[in-house]
């Protein structure tokens, strides 16, 4: 079993900055952390993934270029930067840990283990 508790969100100005934490628990291998988001009443979106076999990212377009996804693996913790930040990037966002190989997590389904999610809220 993994356990994923995030931190950061909040309500900041278009353009601001926030980071988001991710804290993981658990002795499961885990392949894989991503970050996703789910506004009102959309499906929930693939934002960022990182591989733990090589570090490897991989980001959806509308974010690329201004968010970065990183770890600290002395810390079991997962980060997202988020920079240039813009009204729609408001959303619930979350983190998804991943115990299968499956070589490309940019969807929900390859994911196993969600946080509770943490609200950012960009105002224009």
């Known amino acids: 079993q993994v356990q994923l508790v995030e931190s950061g969100g909040g309500l900041v100005q278009a353009g601001d900055s926030l980071r988001l934490s991710c804290a993981a628990s658990?002795?499961?291998?885990?392949?894989?952390m991503g970050w996703f988001r789910q506004g009102p009443g959309k499906e929930r979106e693939f934002v960022a993934t990182l591989a733990s076999s090589d570090g490897n990212t991989y980001y959806a377009e509308s974010v690329k270029g201004r968010f970065t996804i990183s770890r600290d693996n002395a810390k079991n913790t997962v980060y997202l930067q988020m920079n240039s930040l813009k009204p729609e990037d408001t959303s619930l966002y979350y983190c998804?840990?991943?115990?299968?190989?499956?070589?490309?997590?940019?969807?929900?389904?390859?994911?196993?283990?969600w946080g509770q999610g943490t609200q950012v809220t960009v105002s224009s």
């Open positions: 998804a840990a991943a115990s299968v190989d499956y070589g490309d997590y940019v969807t929900p389904m390859k994911y196993n283990y």
């Open positions: 658990g002795r499961t291998f885990i392949h894989a």
